[in-house]
């Protein structure tokens, strides 16, 4: 047995001598290699090395190697503008190994030509790649897809009409009909993307089928019309929005806050009601964004005795008053400190 | 080998101790292979993601960013300019004062003026009174939570109610990261955000993380003293050896607190972190994959190869022994407390493999490395074992595992390019070392955690923050 564990423990030892050795030299040359090479400039792509990239990227590849090649090769071929490389990434888009698809995606928002944004909708129409991955690509072109969007909005499938909706986002001036007649559709997820891409138009309809959406069944559509009816209506959004401040979801009551907040002093006529009002959220949530406006320091600075005052601190508790105390105290003292 | 009963019973415990070192070296030989495929895969993907438009696309799915300070005065404020600065499209920072009974609240409230604020917040986790929330004026997505010290799971539950994004990125107050460490972990995700529920990253670790970070990628240093390097060292070995393996396996079971994504709508159904263990974020983990597996559900948890920040080390002998002793005990508490998953088929790659790994790799070697201890010393005293054959073996395991952690350079140095090349030099060179100068230390280290796990000591016992020049 004395001999046996000797005898191991030489093997172990020159095996594990020899590999430190020949790691430590790979890592070290490899090293310096990879400094090296990143000082050399980047070379324009050659006639021959252009081919060499046309086959690869035509390869349907076997292995993880041969497809990351050809990823390798779509992405330097779409930078170089290769006359090969649409019909290539056109190829590439319908393979069925996601990590090809999902590279052809980005390689054709570099492209950014008005066929690169046609197979881009097809392929998010197809879900050739995950839609928001697509979607990010057809955005980032903006403004040249604009009215290449426009028949998404038309599409049987709920889940590309949801693109459609959330795409126009840039492009004020396109498909407000359509959005409007998109807040009533069945699907809850297109209705929430309309109205949210609503939130940045104006015009009666728009409001309109804002305003309505804030009674929507589904929570998550009410809190994009609430989003929405701050940005889109302004004061005028602002009755309608102290109602969700008691919606029964916690999300929507967050929405409506942050909308009444976004609208800013205007708010506040909206909100003084709500203090006095039966739910306990109602309450707390006006008196909160009282607070983040700035109207309980405004009043405890100018006004502290004030019975108003008071009723936002009965609404928003003790603590909301010792919070005002102290952001108070301090503004004193730094307008005392500029006084002097 | 002689001597009768007792020469033969030490040879037996002699080759029963060889036998463990040998089978467990041969797991980690056959891991590190898996670890290099997976390496290459990432690092493929990597090159191929385009981060410029995930970096500013509003498709990027938003990530509130938790963590959790006590007593963090000399370290936190670099930690979250760290993250302020991070470039990601949609970030909410949430720092929550954990009573801290140093000024760790006064500098965040200098430093980023901090005012009150009543927030109404979901209490979807029960936690201890909070006191205040704080806005920054400077920083619109920065929220300070003080409340009552509850520790750490206690603390990032507070975060989680008040945190607003779908997925909760975890941290610690002593790390400082890269302006894509977010970018980098979400990465995978927007890839798949149904199945991806979990994911950590590679972190490295400094005496002073503000400073090695502000050297750019490539001419990173790694610190001169030996316990740091030999600290980077095992960091290297437990991400790439080790982690990217799980990951690639099916069993990634320890997404690190220092750096850990996670789904929120996940969080909440498990109970978010637990306070009844020395540490949280190895038994959510374990958590996660038990509530997943015995559902039957299709979920994902990744360790990535990104080098995606630095923590803070232990600058002397007496704190690295408290930090990983107190490292072996939440081990033995999860191994432990997850026993049902050993070697069950209904728990797939984690019980058959996971759990088992940890069991014989982690709470079964301090008792095993100390038979082999006392074994050998025995023999040589006995005159049963020659000291050159003593020192034969030494050697033999020393250089096993100084091959094993060139591994775990290779592999980060192809995938990052981050350190010097001769920092990386002097690293090879004290690997052989490592078995006499740092593993005694890991090894009483592990041995007091152990003793402490029987003993049912649950205390955090943390290091005392290493002395830094002041933040700038």
């Not at chain 2, 991070?86 to 801290?100: A, F, K």
């Not at chain 2, 509530?291 to 990535?304: A, K, M, P, S, T």
């Amino acid at each position: 047995m004395y001999w046996l564990v000797v005898r191991v423990a030489v093997v172990v030892l020159a095996l594990s001598l020899t590999a430190w050795v020949a790691l430590s030299l790979a890592i070290l040359v490899g090293r310096v290699r990879y400094d090296r090479r990143r000082e050399s400039p980047s070379r324009a792509l050659g006639e021959r090395e252009a081919r060499r990239l046309v086959r690869r990227a035509s390869r349907r590849s076997r292995t993880d190697r041969g497809a990351w090649r050809r990823i390798a090769a779509l992405r330097r071929l779409a930078r170089a503008r290769h006359p090969a490389a649409l019909r290539l990434l056109r190829a590439a888009l319908g393979d069925r190994d996601s990590r090809i698809s999902g590279a052809a995606v980005r390689a054709l928002g570099d492209l950014g030509d008005e066929w690169a944004i046609d197979l881009l909708l097809k392929a998010l129409r197809e879900e050739r790649a995950p839609r928001s991955r697509i979607a990010a690509q057809v955005e980032r072109l903006a403004p040249i897809p604009g009215a290449a969007l426009l028949p998404l909005l038309r599409d049987k499938d709920p889940v590309v009409r949801f693109w459609g909706a959330t795409l126009l986002a840039p492009y004020p001036e396109l498909g407000g009909a359509s959005l409007v007649m998109l807040t009533q559709d069945p699907d809850p997820n297109v209705r929430a993307a309309a109205v949210e891409t609503l939130g940045a138009r104006s015009g009666d309809a728009a409001a309109g089928a804002t305003l309505a959406l804030l009674h929507d069944p589904i929570w998550f559509v009410r809190v994009h019309a609430a989003r929405s009816a701050g940005r889109l209506l302004g004061a005028d959004g602002g009755p309608s929005l102290v109602r969700l401040l008691s919606d029964s979801r916690w999300w929507v009551r967050t929405a409506a806050k942050d909308a009444l907040r976004g609208i800013g002093p205007d708010s506040v006529s909206a909100l003084l009601p709500m203090l006095v009002d039966a739910d306990a959220f109602a309450r707390n949530g006006a008196a909160e964004v009282l607070q983040d406006i700035g109207f309980v320091d405004h009043l405890a600075l100018e006004r502290p005795d004030s019975p108003l005052l008071e009723r936002i601190y009965a609404a928003g508790g003790e603590r909301m008053r010792e919070a005002a105390e102290v952001r108070t105290g301090r503004r004193t003292r730094e307008r005392k400190v500029r006084a002097a | 080998m002689t001597g009768g009963f007792t020469g033969e019973l030490l040879g037996w415990v002699v080759v029963f101790c060889l036998g463990y070192l040998l089978l467990t070296n041969l797991v980690y030989v056959v891991l590190v292979f898996v670890a290099a495929f997976e390496n290459g895969v990432r690092r493929d993907e990597s090159a191929s993601e385009d981060y410029d438009t995930l970096a500013t696309s509003r498709f990027t799915i938003p990530v509130s960013v938790v963590l959790a300070a006590y007593d963090e005065e000399t370290a936190i404020v670099p930690t979250i300019r760290s993250l302020l600065a991070l470039d990601y499209p949609e970030h909410e920072v949430i720092v929550v004062n954990d009573g801290s009974t140093d000024a760790t609240l006064d500098r965040l409230r200098e430093t980023f003026q901090l005012e009150p604020y009543e927030v109404f917040v979901r209490r979807v986790f029960q936690t201890e009174e909070v006191h205040a929330v704080y806005r920054s004026a400077e920083h619109p997505n920065l929220v300070v939570v003080d409340k009552a010290n509850g520790g750490k799971a206690d603390a990032l539950n507070a975060g989680l109610n008040v945190a607003r994004y779908r997925y909760v990125c975890g941290v610690d107050a002593d790390t400082v990261f890269d302006p894509d460490a977010l970018l980098k972990g979400m990465r995978r995700v927007v890839h798949d955000p149904a199945r991806i529920v979990g994911v950590t990253s590679h972190l490295t670790i400094a005496l002073d993380p503000g400073r090695t970070m502000a050297a750019p990628p490539g001419t990173r240093p790694i610190d001169r003293r030996p316990l740091v390097a030999y600290q980077h060292l095992d960091y290297l070995r437990a991400f790439f050896n080790n982690r990217l393996a799980w990951s690639r396996l099916g069993f990634m079971l320890c997404a690190v607190g220092a750096f850990q994504i996670w789904r929120r709508d996940v969080l909440e159904e498990v109970g978010g972190y637990s306070r009844t263990f020395t540490c949280e974020d190895i038994e959510l983990t374990f958590r996660v994959h038990e509530r997943f597996l015995r559902e039957g559900r299709d979920y994902e948890i990744h360790c990535l190869p990104d080098n995606v920040g630095t923590t803070e080390g232990p600058d002397s002998v007496r704190k690295l022994i408290a930090q990983r002793e107190r490292w072996q005990r939440v081990i033995d508490e999860t191994v432990w407390h997850f026993r049902r998953m050993w070697f069950n088929p209904r728990y797939g790659s984690v019980g058959l493999i996971g759990a088992p790994f940890y069991l014989v790799t982690e709470v079964l070697a301090p008792a095993v490395e100390l038979t082999a201890l006392v074994a050998l010393i025995a023999a040589v005293a006995l005159g049963l074992f020659q000291p050159g054959v003593f020192i034969l073996m030494l050697a033999a395991i020393a250089f096993m595992n100084a091959a094993l952690t060139a591994c775990a350079i290779l592999l980060d140095d192809v995938q990052s390019r981050t350190y010097r090349t001769r920092d990386l030099a002097r690293l090879l060179l004290l690997a052989p070392l490592d078995l006499v100068l740092y593993r005694p230390l890991i090894f009483w280290a592990r041995q007091k955690g152990s003793w402490r796990f029987l003993r049912g000591d649950k205390a955090w016992h943390k290091f005392e923050r290493n002395a830094r020049a002041p933040a700038a």
